[in-house]
């Protein structure tokens, strides 16, 4: 039999005297003993050394640090799915949950170097300039929170449910104290001990909660997160913990949401976007034995095809569970009896309001068919609308026209995400500009995406998952934006050499210095921050104007037609291309030997502000900005590049990146 023990301040701690015994779900075995109490001043003390050791850390270290736990789990996350049919999954539901969690981890590292500064602080936003002539300015930063991430999962994820939440935090520099659902708690012991086995995080930077954690939350303050996903009554008794309100700490919930799946008015039967709609509603239905947060939930028709789809999804959902081990199980069980009784009350609620398409002959144990309802009128419907049996189990409500489809589906009061299946863009727009306000996410589908599309009930890691209202208010994943959770976004104002020293990059204003050779000549590692080229100046002719024209093929007036230009509001006559302009800066500042710089990659936020006429002479300031680690062998590096005239006003700015050698 399992024992899944805590993990607290470096020590395992087996289940205490008040353990419970948990079930599987779909043979009624005893298969754990889980439970037991901990005490959280231990939690915290041993999270305080984890958190500084992480915050000495900078940015993409902690990426990187993330990056190689994700390979780490990946190569033994069969360990994972051995344990995965206890919980009621077939292998298919594991997927989701397993490498849907590691995946995640993937994503978010990825996010963390690639949109996230090789450096100490987040740079929110650009330099704001506070004074006439640049001397004060400021720059929004975002630093890690200084106290610990309680994350309170449910039992239908016990593995991404961790993940999603973990990868985040580690980025950040926050330190997490995991407190899995009991019911399944054995697959998280098992993912926390292969983290611990891994060796990659700094000690104390996860533990683990398998019971109660005692008055934990009165601990905590204003540096620390809660993040929970689960019911809503939970939700609410944990964020109105007066210490949690008293101290303003962080709490981010995703919990109980009512998610619609609208067919579009242009949908008709046998179309592509129907038949889409019938496989995305049935697997919704089935997958996890509908126990996902983002399952379909109310399947929102046209009046006129309601039965029509109610025939043809029964016919899909005519399936019987069994016990997922058995590889030709196509649906599983839900996690518990308990379960199962708590999602047959709510269908005895909605007898009131619906009737009955289709429901499965009685089971055993947690084993539930899929049953799928319609109701006659949602619009005096009520508890539909506002209660979630988390099963197998969704309502077809019919409506008359899209405005109707809409107001349905807002009914739901918040929810993680609503999806539409049309081809028809005027519908897609009034949908989208419809709910939005009341959902996390609008999910598309038609034709043309069909075959890529990750489907309704798929959270991504690129974009928001929460939702507003009864779905929580929370946005526990979107890239970036996930990490910033855990970290305190502050307002930083000084000079522009002091706010440089701050951000770890240099701002207009700030020191230039003067390397000891052409900065092209010195490698990454060589070239500091503030390091300034001045070029010489080249005159712009009449004849390079017309010789670039012709030889691009650009010949807009503006360059050829000195009539036109002048009549042009912009110009005061023939002017130089803006092409020819950066073509002639790179020929000032490139340094044409080979040497530390491998190649240009790009250029970021062109901007031209004054026109150059013949006659007129250029000149470049290239200013090294910031530095990023890339690989083993070469980073890159991030030029600020400003074109100016012979009278020293400013012609062309943009950001060059060029990547270069770490070794000369």
Known sequence: ML???????????????EAVTLLNPATGAAIARAGGSVDPEVLLSHASGAGAALRAMNIHDRARMVK??????????????????????????????IDGGIGTMFVIASKGRREMPDGDVYLDGIVEQLSRNGTFVGQ?????????????NAFNFPIWGMLEKLAPALIAGVPSIVKPATQTSYLTEACVRIIIDSGLLPDGAVQLVVGRFGDLLDRLGPQDVVSFTGSADTAFKLRSTPSLLRQGTRFIAEQDSLNAAILGADAEAGSPEWDIFLKEAAREITTKAGQKCTAMRRLIVPADRADALAEALAAKLSITPGDPSDEVTRMGALVSAEQKTDVLAKLDAFSAETKIVLTGADTDHALMAPTLLTCPDPDAATIIHEQEAFGPVATILPYRDTGHAIALANRGGGSLVTSLFTHDPAIARQVVHG???WHGRVYMNDRDSAAEATGHGSPLPHMT??????????????????????????????SPRLLSAVSGQWIKGAPETKGPKHPFRRTFHQIAIGETLHTDTREITLEDIEHFAHFTGDTFYAHMDEAAAQANPFFPGRVAHGYLLLSFAAGLFVQPDPGPVLANTGLEGLSFQSPVSPGDALKVRLTAKRKTRRTDTYGEVAWDVTLTNQDDAQVATYTLLTMVAYDG
Do not use: C
Request: proline share 5%; net charge negative; hydrophobic share 40%.
């Open 68 to 97: 190689a736990l994700a390979t780490y789990l990946d190569g033994r996350k069969e360990e994972l799915y051995a344990l995965n049919s206890l919980t009621g999954a077939t292998r298919k539901d594991g997927w989701i949950d």
């Open 435 to 437: 709910t939005a306000a």
């Open 465 to 494: 998952h929460g939702g507003p209202g009864r779905a929580g208010g929370g946005e526990e994943l979107g890239g970036v934006r996930g990490i910033l959770h855990y970290m305190q976004r502050t307002a930083v104002q000084g």
């Open 140 to 152: 929004h930063i975002a630093v890690p929170l200084q106290g610990v991430a309680v994350q309170i």
């Open 3 to 17: 024992e899944p023990a805590s993990f607290v301040g470096g020590e395992w701690i087996a289940p205490g005297p």
